[in-house]
């Protein structure tokens, strides 16, 4: 009787530690893990979102300190990054903005590995900035190939890079404040406050309005990568610098135009402001991008906690529950990412900025987009103790 009570009550005990055991477990340590096992590598090419994974994986490992997330960026970087500072399947004289966003975990890299080859790389991309076209006003081109083109997306490639270059090396933040204002003045809608995609100055391009230039609407991610970069950048900018306070101005109206649009389910639309619109789906990226923007800017003290707290939590929720699923063998998958959403370039006029052309691009499950950016907001969350 008394080994029965025992062998039951030992029982009961491994139940609940288990559940106290699922119940501790971080979602961003448990989608890191999952990334990991599927892809132990990820050196097929040079590729922004690659950049957002191991950006998301540092913020990882300076939450708990475990060296696997630290040797996933390091054995994907020491595969690219040479020892002269060159870096392989990347030709900065493209001048594509997308290539500069990999380039923010080299400070990481070197500080953990003592490495000076990452800082040569840092210095490397570096040079594409100093030569990469921008328009009469001074942003940067989209790429080479998207002349005097604006798109939300370049914003978050390049602008967080050369704010933590500055810090570390020095130099003007000026510039790099220029291009947020002037982003926001060419591409913010007066009568909803959200940003259109991106923005043609020759007001030529086939998919732009040829009176203001602009595209026809609004894309979730393209204003997730705005709002991330936003914040970023303010994590390398000092505070009593003048910029500093016209970067909050704008992290508020562009939050809070987002924030009338967040959905009962927490999340957003993949066209943030077409909700009851034929075939619009609510997204992941896009709303782990949210999520992402208001806790970061919640723990650095630009957003109010009581204004901004309820918001993040229901979207940390909502997207828990409308585009994270287990797998039989114990995998977190991110669900209901779109690949791509993308203007112009050799596709003929299929990318032309439609709301067709928005719901004809592929969704998918654990795209890195989605993934990377899942990685950096429940790591900040978390540190919230939502």
């Keep these: 009787m008394v080994a029965f009570l025992t062998c039951v009550l030992i029982e009961i005990y491994g139940i609940i530690i288990l559940e106290v055991i699922l119940i501790m477990k971080k979602y961003s340590q448990w989608m890191a893990d999952s990334q990991i096992d599927r892809r132990p590598l990820l050196t097929d090419k040079w590729s922004y979102d690659y950049g957002l994974v191991l950006k998301g994986m540092e913020e990882i490992y300076s939450d708990c300190g475990d060296k696997k997330y630290a040797s996933y960026i390091l054995n994907t970087m020491n595969w690219f990054v040479n020892d002269d500072g060159t870096i392989n399947r990347y030709n900065p004289e493209e001048y594509n903005i997308d290539h500069v966003n990999p380039g923010k975990v080299m400070i990481f890299c070197h500080k953990f590995s003592g490495d000076e080859k990452y800082i040569r790389a840092m210095h490397h991309i570096r040079g594409q900035l100093k030569t990469h076209p921008r328009t009469s006003e001074g942003v940067y081109w989209h790429k080479k190939v998207y002349p005097y083109q604006i798109w939300l997306d370049g914003l978050y490639m390049a602008e967080p890079f ?23 003045k060419y591409t913010a809608c007066e009568k909803t406050g959200l940003l259109y995609h991106a923005y043609d100055e020759t007001k030529s391009m086939y998919w732009a309005n040829p009176q203001t230039g602009l595209s026809k609407h609004f894309w979730g991610r393209a204003i997730g990568w705005y709002l991330m970069a936003i914040v970023d950048v303010l994590e390398y900018l000092p505070k009593e610098h003048a910029g500093t306070s016209q970067m909050v101005d704008i992290l508020h109206r562009c939050l809070d135009a987002m924030l009338k649009y967040q959905q009962p389910e927490g999340v957003w639309y993949q066209i943030v402001d077409m909700p009851d619109a034929k075939g ?12 992402y923007a208001l806790a970061k800017g919640i723990l650095q003290g630009h957003l109010d906690r009581e204004k901004y707290l309820p918001p993040t939590r229901a979207v940390y929720d909502g997207i828990i529950t409308e585009f994270v699923s ?28 439609s709301f067709a052309y928005y719901l004809s691009e592929n969704i ?23």
């Design 280 to 291: 619009n789906y609510l997204e992941a990226s896009a709303s782990c991008m949210m999520l």
């Design 162 to 184: 050369m704010a933590q270059y500055i810090k570390e090396f020095g130099g003007c933040f000026d510039d790099i404040i220029n291009q947020f204002v002037l982003t926001e």
């Design 364 to 386: 998918t499950s654990n795209d890195p987009k989605g993934l990377g950016a899942f990685l950096k907001a429940y790591a900040y969350a978390e540190r919230l103790k939502i």
């Design 326 to 353: 287990e797998t039989d063998n114990g995998f977190l998958n991110l669900n209901k990412v779109v690949e791509v959403g993308g203007l112009g370039g050799n596709f003929g006029k299929r990318r032309d900025g």
